[in-house]
């Protein structure tokens, strides 16, 4: 099996003044591509823990990790 687990930036905000958090989705995707599962994650530690989590679910299938860059 060739799954991929990929994150995505969806959105950012403002928690002050000189303070942002992202929000993250993070997919599990077979090897054609189709979503298996997926969660939101808040900040870059959150979005770590969830690809941490989606990997102890998944880890036999998955052959690819990919952080995507928001806008």
């Known amino acids: ?31 054609f591509g189709k979503n298996v599962d997926g969660a939101t994650a808040y900040g870059i530690e959150d979005r770590t823990k969830v690809t941490n989590l989606m990997i102890a679910r998944y880890g036999q299938y998955i052959t690819k990790i990919e952080h995507h860059r928001g806008k």
Do not use: G, L, R
Request: charged fraction near 25%; aromatic fraction near 16%.
């Open 1 to 31: 099996m060739n799954w991929t687990i990929e994150s995505f930036k969806t959105d950012t905000y403002e928690i002050s003044p000189t303070d942002t958090q992202h929000e993250y989705t993070v997919y599990v995707k077979n090897e």
